[in-house]
């Protein structure tokens, strides 16, 4: 019974605390992307470069590490990276769902609109103007740039294929310039339509993954003040708004008691089947067949734990999820996430067991002995958990397997505890405060071997009584046995009960 109780003990401990870690996971994700954010654009600090002039860079960070944050609050599994790339027409942010984007963050729409549509020819122009190289041909300056002459038109885009970014306060101007633009050029150079058109269908103000995730938006003069904290190094996400406790609303808390939920569920059911698997198999070997009905009644069993698995995981990554991320206050975020699953597994089997005292089928006893139960073994489980994770911290997931290990142990130990303890109510007659019941009626052997008929009488009726004759004939008195007499001990009859057994 006591390694029963210990396994059970071992899988509702163990889920539940797999539950908390997956919410706290949930979060160091997300503060992992706010600081990387802050240390991308911080590292600009010192630069004598012009707030105007380095906008673009610190937009690209911005665009990206506001992307991984969303990314991270939503579960989402894309995720970008500033490349700062110096490679002729390279992209400024590059994804992994194959999606590149490049940035350009100037003076005004027009401007944002006119780069992001430059042509490899006007580029060529360009090049020779401000290089002097005035013999350069066209081809020679593909070839330089490692571009095969015969794979573009001089009238490209060089971004072809690129999500083009631009201030999100410039966007709707910027559409507008390269609508005009393109009926203009459709009358005079119908060669330019198509580049136009691209960078049209291509223009957007964030990024955005397939699954919807994107960035934030920032506007030229918002990228200006960013680069000025840049250039100090008190760019600070948070206070932007970009925190754990500004992010995490009610529905991501509720996402991940779901997530964490159905996990725990899972493991609840693989934990309490795996004993079943093992015995089905000996069964087998031994006799040739299965109990086809009690693998069934398992079954069922089996999934009801895991029923209670998935309410003991959500509740546990709910609380988790809003504790660490602050949504409670900055006090709440210091509480540690075992803390958190522990005390879930107590409350949730303390209110089972009371809806079982107040409907009859346990008694106070047997509520506050599994409490105690419940409470020290919860507590031995957190200390081995704790212990293993300092001790081999090298191992993934030491802390479950300590807290696993530890939940078995832990019952073992509060079993020798309890009988110790049972023993000294029995000799001294001490109830604890009422937590132990001590019986003093005699056991209903006893009674029947001293001659006392026993009855329960739901109903009594009398009709009449009739007393026609009484005769005392004889009295016959045989012989005197006394092998009837035994001896009654005090001793444990039931959980946290002492009564009268037979030695």
């Known amino acids: 019974m006591s390694i029963s109780k ?73 995720r970008t990276i500033v490349d700062r790339s110096h490679d002729f027409a390279s992209a400024d942010i590059t994804s992994n769902w194959g999606e590149s984007f490049g940035l350009k963050y100037l003076r005004n729409a027009q401007a944002s609109a006119d780069a992001q549509s430059t042509s490899y020819f ?92 994107k960035s934030i938006e920032l506007t030229k003069d918002e990228a200006e003040n960013i ?47 795996a004993p079943k698997v093992y015995e089905c198999l000996v069964q087998l070997i031994e006799d040739g067949e299965i109990d086809e009905d009690h693998l069934r009644d398992f079954g069922f069993s089996a999934l009801s734990g895991s029923s209670e698995g998935f309410l003991r995981g959500f509740i ?32 949730l089997n303390m209110m089972k067991d009371s809806y079982f005292v107040a409907t009859g089928k346990m008694s106070k006893q047997e509520m506050a002995a599994n409490l105690s139960r419940n409470i020290f073994v919860t507590s031995f489980a957190l200390g081995m958990g704790s212990l293993t994770q300092i001790l081999i911290p090298m191992v993934p997931g030491a802390y479950l397997i300590g807290n696993f290990v530890g939940s078995i142990a832990g019952s073992f130990v509060y079993n020798a505890m309890d009988s110790a303890f049972m023993a000294l109510c029995v000799e001294s007659g001490w109830t604890m405060f009422g937590l132990v019941e001590q019986d003093y009626e005699l056991p209903d052997e006893v009674i029947n071997e001293l001659g006392f008929d026993l009855y329960e009488v739901d109903e009594f009726n009398v009709d009449e009584f009739d007393l026609d004759e009484f005769t005392l004939d004889e009295i016959d008195l045989d012989e005197y046995d006394g092998d009837f007499i035994s001896v009654l001990r005090r001793g444990v009859i039931g959980v946290h009960r002492v009564g009268y057994i037979n030695t």
């Open 316 to 347: 546990a990554a709910s609380l988790t999820t809003a504790c660490e991320s602050g949504v409670w206050g900055e006090t709440m975020k210091n509480i540690s996430p075992g803390v958190i699953a522990g005390l879930t597994v107590i409350m």
């Open 227 to 273: 680069a000025k904290l840049a250039k100090e190094g008190g760019f600070d996400a948070r206070e932007l708004g970009l925190s754990t406790e500004e992010l995490i609303k009610l529905e991501h808390i509720l996402r991940q008691g779901i997530k964490a939920g159905l996990s725990a569920a899972v493991i609840s059911f693989v934990l309490k089947t």
């Open 6 to 78: 210990g396994y059970n003990a071992a899988i509702q401990n163990t889920t539940t605390q797999f539950a908390g870690q997956q919410a706290e996971q949930y979060i160091d994700n997300i503060n992992s992307a706010i600081d990387t954010l802050n240390n991308d654009i911080n590292v600009f600090k010192g630069f004598e470069t012009g707030d105007g002039q380095l906008k673009g860079d610190v937009a690209e960070f911005w665009h990206s590490g506001t992307f991984n944050i969303n990314a991270a609050l939503n579960d989402s599994k894309f």
């Open 122 to 213: 006007e580029r060529y122009c360009e090049y020779k103007a401000v290089s002097g190289r005035v013999d350069i041909t066209f081809e020679e300056f593909l070839t330089e740039r490692n571009i095969n002459p015969n794979d573009v038109f001089r009238f490209d885009p060089i971004y072809n294929g690129q999500t083009r970014i631009i201030p999100s306060d410039q966007l709707k101007e910027a559409i507008t310039y390269l609508k005009i633009k393109i009926a203009k050029e459709a009358e005079n150079r119908p060669e330019q339509v198509t580049r136009l058109r691209e960078t049209l269908d291509k223009l957007e103000s964030k990024l955005k993954a397939p699954d919807g995730t």
